[in-house]
């Protein structure tokens, strides 16, 4: 049996049915898959996945692509801010983020401990703050 091959998130705003940032993301893509999956992984063409669905090409809008070797999933939903009053700082000297791994794991667990803040600030070995 093989391990899981893992599996990373790509999140584009999409403003009035229009993606933002589109070759920001797939430089990250493309950098992502290159690093686990080789050169020779095949192409994925964000243009060719984010086709934005008529009923999102109004207002800010999120697009969630889940990707691997292939592309897993594409999904889309309202944007919506949540509002952020209050940070707690979160020290950890395990968590990497380099790339937007589906496992966040790490991350939920951090972000249990942020208590009655808003959100949280991780800080990594050496001060870093991510």
Not at 4 to 22: K, M, T, V
Not at 50 to 62: A, E, T
Not at 91 to 107: G, M, P, T, V
């Amino acid at each position: 049996m093989t391990p899981a091959e893992p599996l990373f998130i790509e999140s584009i705003q999409i403003c009035e049915g229009i993606p933002q940032n589109l070759l920001y993301h797939q430089q990250r893509l493309d950098a992502t898959r290159c690093t686990f999956f080789g050169p020779e992984a095949p192409a994925l063409i964000l243009d060719d996945w984010v086709q934005v669905p008529l009923p999102y090409h109004k207002g800010l809008v999120k697009c969630r692509m889940v990707y691997g070797r292939e592309v897993e999933d594409v999904c889309y939903q309202p944007y919506v801010l949540r509002p952020i009053r209050s940070l707690r700082l979160s020290h950890s000297s395990f968590i990497r983020y380099d790339y937007k791994n589906l496992n966040r794991n790490e991350i939920n667990f951090l972000y249990a401990q942020k208590g009655d803040a808003d959100d949280v600030l991780i800080v990594r070995g050496g001060g870093r703050i991510t």
